[in-house]
């Protein structure tokens, strides 16, 4: 290529990454003004590990055991996201605005690492611009960007781009520094989110030859990736050590096949959410059952599987490429090995859409005859639409009451958005509007407990004793170990000189108890004590 050639490349290039930086910040910069939500709350503004730089060695000698407090466990070892918040804290104390601004950073790391592995697949600006673009833009990415307790899918990815490229230059150069390092890469990337493990099999099965010389090549693979591997094992080995004590995820084989119907289908919305994005909530009713109103789970089905077979079927080099990342990072997703959080989240998605974006592309390029004005207006028009969605869903995670309400808005039957959104109001004082959103819960779940406490700790402050126990029985009807419960019934029992009638609720208080009341233990044991005395 001439030099005149290659300085026009090299300025087109540059100005496509710096429109792409533009469209991607520009797209989120509504999602400055959020504040913290969700689970933002218990693993950021909450946590006084972040508080304090003396915590620094917790960060690494302890997992991340998120939901300890409502009795359900969800360990995890992700120590270098962890950092991130304990350093942000110095930086920006409980301001979200740092928080927000560092994940949208972050989102445009990855697109840029994203548009650089595109610039040398397609070995063109254009093609690679709108890759990177698709994925920076694509509303169903907001909830990773908006959310900050999201961000180890951010980090896991970046390092993950960053330890494939080294990897990359380590097999072309054949320094065994690169492939050290790249290791070290995928180290931090395993430090960030355990899913980042899936580099490792890509590495291995991406360029893979005939049947014939694959003996030769995986020895290959198994010599270059030896630091990987290795780096793989370390982190198995702290993470064993660090989660010892706490409750781990396990395969849970009794309840496989129930998960695997599920996937019936989570993958089915998945592609729907990708597709069509109007309808991506931050809770998704996964049913646990097959019925006669699910038949168009098999023609979608099979769908999805005819299209994957003509993609790969057409031997483009980068479509299979992008289907094999996309199937592999799906495989941490597919409930194999129960997800604790949830079955289905769009977050989980960030790591597989990086490769279907490459799909989408690739075969874009496969149709070059087509009207090139056509293909530019028509992709115009996609790209004003999920931008216009992006921005618009970027404003459901301005904070708590705004995220409830739109899982409401998607899921009118949600008796999770309707019990959080009353959490919310009644934190807020709003006692009218919490009442209304406790009994929008109980109109589609007559039995849901915690709707059913709350409405009784309402009654029990404006002293309406009669409706408040009316309530708590309720609950206890409905969950006969609601500890919560339990302890407000007895309490009131005894308010109302019915102590013989609150001794059985503390005891079976005492069987039920969560880590969340353990401050509550000597209390109760005092108050068994004395009802003993005063009764037997």
Request: contains cysteine.
């Amino acid at each position: 290529m001439p030099a005149e050639g290659i300085t026009r490349y090299r300025y087109t290039k540059l100005l496509f990454g710096v429109l792409l930086a533009v469209i991607v910040c520009g797209v989120y910069c509504n999602s400055l003004n959020n504040g913290f939500v969700w689970d933002d709350h218990e693993i950021i503004v909450d946590n006084p590990v972040n508080k304090d730089w003396s915590n620094i060695g917790l960060v690494f000698r302890q997992p991340d055991d998120l939901m300890r407090g409502a009795g359900v466990s969800a360990p995890f070892y992700r120590p270098v996201n962890r950092l991130s918040y304990l350093v942000d804290y110095q930086l920006y104390g409980v301001n979200p605005l740092g928080y927000h601004a560092e994940n949208v950073l972050l989102h445009l790391a990855v697109v840029c690492c994203l548009y650089l592995l595109a610039l040398r697949l397609f070995g063109a600006p254009a093609p690679a611009f709108v890759a990177a673009l698709l994925f920076g833009i694509h509303p169903i990415n907001a909830e990773t960007v908006n959310l900050v307790s999201a961000r180890n899918n951010l980090l896991a990815a970046l390092f993950v781009f960053l330890s494939f490229f080294v990897f990359n230059r380590a097999s072309k150069t054949g320094q065994k520094v690169f492939f050290l390092l790249s290791g070290v890469l995928f180290f931090l990337a395993l430090l960030c989110k355990e899913t980042a493990l899936m580099l490792l099999p890509f590495l291995f099965v991406y360029d893979l030859p005939a049947i014939g010389a694959l003996r030769g090549r995986l020895w290959d693979k198994l010599v270059s990736t030896f630091p990987l591997i290795f780096f793989a094992g370390i982190y198995f080995a702290l993470r064993s050590a660090v989660l010892t004590g706490s409750s781990r995820m396990s395969l849970d084989l009794g309840r496989l096949g129930h998960r695997m119907l599920q996937n019936l289908f989570v993958m089915p919305r998945y592609l729907e959410n990708l597709l069509l994005p109007l309808r991506l909530n931050v809770d998704y009713q996964v049913p646990s059952e097959l019925k006669a109103a699910d038949w168009w789970l098999t023609p979608v089905w099979c769908f999805v599987v005819a299209g994957v077979v003509l993609l790969w079927r057409t031997g483009r080099p980068v479509t299979r490429a992008g289907l094999v990342w996309c199937a592999i990072n799906l495989f941490p997703i597919a409930n194999v090995i129960p997800i604790p959080s949830a079955p289905l989240a769009d977050r989980f998605m960030y790591l597989p859409l990086l490769g279907l974006c490459l799909v989408v592309v690739d075969q874009g390029l496969s149709y070059g005859q087509r009207p090139r004005n056509f293909a530019l207006g028509a992709g115009a028009i996609l790209a004003i639409f999920l931008m216009t969605l992006t921005v618009r869903r970027n404003l459901d995670w301005l904070d708590d009451c705004s995220l409830f309400a739109s899982a409401i808005r998607v899921a009118p039957d949600s008796t999770w958005g309707y019990y959080n959104l009353g959490a919310v109001l009644l934190d807020k004082q709003d006692l009218a509007g919490a009442t209304h959103a406790f009994l929008a819960a109980l109109r589609v779940d007559p039995k849901h407990s915690g709707s059913l406490f709350q409405l009784a700790s309402i009654q029990l402050n404006a002293q309406s004793y009669q409706e408040a126990e009316r309530y708590l029985r309720l609950a206890l009807q409905a969950d006969p170990g609601h500890a919560e419960s339990l302890f407000n019934l007895a309490v009131l029992l005894e308010k109302l000189d019915r102590g013989r009638e609150a001794l059985p609720l503390y005891e079976t208080f005492l069987t039920n108890v969560s880590a969340k009341y353990e401050s509550l233990l000597p209390k109760v044991r005092s108050r068994i004590a004395q009802l003993h005395k005063q009764y037997d």
